[in-house]
């Protein structure tokens, strides 16, 4: 699986950023998509999953203001964040992990960085 990560970009605060997340190659049907983000001197971290029936899952900071979804059809998986603060400043990497075998595949990160 090939990932293609793009949407990031500079934003003042309480603005929005739509993420995108593009697989190609080799997809594994029932799989689990997931943005994460690192800043600088913190471990990566889980912001937001879906998986290919729709299920989602969000960590506790971003709730009710960011939205996972996908489009199937398309191989991709979107991240609508509103509301943005600083403390979102990072880079957002997507991850594509198939439930059978447990294999994962990592997107190139994305800088998204907002300004107070």
């Known amino acids: 699986v090939q990932l293609q990560a793009s949407g990031g970009g500079l934003v003042q605060a309480g603005g929005s950023l739509r993420l995108s997340c593009t697989a190609s190659?080799?997809?594994?049907?029932?799989?689990?998509v997931g943005w994460f983000r690192q800043s600088p001197g913190k471990q990566r971290e889980l912001v937001a999953s879906?998986?290919?029936?729709?299920?989602?899952n969000y960590a506790g900071s971003v709730k009710g203001r960011f939205t996972i979804s996908r489009d199937n059809a398309k191989h991709t998986v979107y991240l609508q964040m509103n509301s943005l603060i600083t403390e979102d400043t990072a880079v957002y990497y997507c991850?594509?992990?198939?439930?059978?075998?447990?294999?994962?595949?990592w997107g190139q990160g994305t800088l998204v960085t907002v300004s107070s």
């Open positions: 991850n594509h992990r198939s439930v059978i075998g447990n294999r994962s595949f």
């Open positions: 190659g080799v997809i594994f049907p029932n799989n689990v």
């Open positions: 879906i998986t290919n029936r729709g299920d989602t």
